[in-house]
Structure formats: structure tokens, C-alpha cells
């Protein structure tokens, strides 16, 4: 036997050209700080579908063949949140800043030195270690925790 439980879908997508990455800048949002586009999974979408949309309203590329990597999940208020991580060196377009943020290439090797939103330097071992899937996001009573599977 299972039990349903609410979810909330969204996605996260790495767009990479050589050794630089998209990310965005976002402010004033309840994750601030630089991060990789993505966003909201809407109704009767595909996961594949909703990244490719995102990721155009967020930052004016087109991306194609997204390759999913790997999830981010947790439970809170009675909700289990699924964000979907994908990456792709398959693009075309031009960076165009959003509402959401602003979008700049940076290297690869400089993330560290950015101010990244919460919990978003250990989750890039998701998107390049081929042997991980998984963030898993918990909480116990020394706080938030997060295990790398």
C-alpha cells in the first residue's frame, strides 16, 4: 500500500559552452544569489518541456537534448518538492536578462567565489559527478541537513 502526497515539480538546467556556464542572478526572491536558470513545472507539462520553456523566458537561449542528471528533493509542510537538474552544451540564441534576474557566461572554476544561492555549491556535484543523482534534502533536530546519493 502508498500513500499519495502533495508535490511541487520544478527544474534547474547547466547550459555550457566550453568551460563557462549560464547563471543567473536572482534578487529578492526567497532563494537569492547566483544560480543555473529553471523554474516551475505547469500543469500537463513534461519535465523536458518545462526546462526548455523556462530556460528561454529566463534567459533569451534556446536549448536542445537537455540531458537529465539528477534530482534535488525534500519534504516540508506536509509537501515532498522534486526540482528536476538537467544540463545541456546545446544551445543557440542570445543571453537577454529577465525579470527573474540577470544572466552572464562565468567560468566554471569561479562559482565558488560567487555569492551562490543556498545549498547550490555542494548540489554542482550533482551536474558533474556522473556517479551522483541525487541532493537529498532533510530535516532532523540539529536543522537542515543534505546528503549527495
Known sequence: MYALEKAEFT????IS????VVVIER??????????PGGHVDFGESFTESVIREVKEETGLDIY????C???DWFEAGRRY?????KTDNFSGQLKSSEEGEVSWVKFSELGHLP???EMYPM???FTNDNLSEFFRYEDDNGWNFELK
Open 124 to 126: 554542482l556535484e550533482i
Open 70 to 72: 539528477g534530482v534535488k
Open 27 to 36: 534578487k529578492g526572491q526567497s532563494w537569492p544569489g547566483f544560480t543555473f
Open 11 to 14: 527544474n534547474m538546467c547547466m
Open 65 to 68: 537534448n537537455p540531458k537529465l
Open 82 to 86: 522534486v526540482v528536476f537538474l538537467y
Open 17 to 20: 559552452d566550453g568551460n563557462k
Open 116 to 118: 551562490l544561492a543556498n
